[in-house]
């Protein structure tokens, strides 16, 4: 499920109960920021921009897969720990690593790069449909 499902606003039907407090819908930034560009100096500075960031992103990205990757590869072992150890010293030891591992998983520094990336990804996806559809626009009037 995408950010964006998860934010959906929620529909009331009839009247509004009292005490009804609506979540707010929050948007990102760069909506607002990277408007629809007017000019060839916009354009550029929107290429500026993704040029710069997306520097960024691919070294987080690489980062983030291959944590993500291994987390993967971990869950395939875990499946295939016993459920029931045999004696207490196998259940310990089983324990031990599960507890590990989920500390990894919620490792503040790790989910904030993760966050970090896919806010990356949805900005530079937004600032390169920016820059396509004004290029398109200045094809269309070239050509007529």
Request: glycine content about 2%; aromatic content about 10%.
């Amino acid at each position: 499920m995408t950010d964006q499902e998860k934010r959906k606003p929620e529909l009331l039907n009839g009247h509004i109960p009292a005490g009804h407090i609506p979540k707010p819908i929050v948007m990102p930034d760069y909506l607002a920021k990277y408007p629809a560009i007017q000019t060839n100096e916009m354009r550029d500075r929107y290429k500026a921009v993704f040029n710069d960031q997306f520097a960024e992103y691919k070294e987080l990205s690489v980062e983030v897969h291959a944590v993500l990757k291994k987390f993967d590869e971990l869950d395939a072992l875990l499946r295939q720990l016993p459920h029931h150890p045999e004696n207490i010293y196998e259940q310990e030891r089983i324990s031990k690593v599960l507890q590990e591992y989920k500390k990894k998983k919620n490792d503040p520094a790790f989910l904030e790069k993760k966050e970090r990336c896919e806010y990356l990804k949805n900005k530079l996806s937004h600032i390169k449909q920016r820059i396509q559809d004004y290029d398109k626009v200045m094809n269309w009037n070239v050509q007529t």
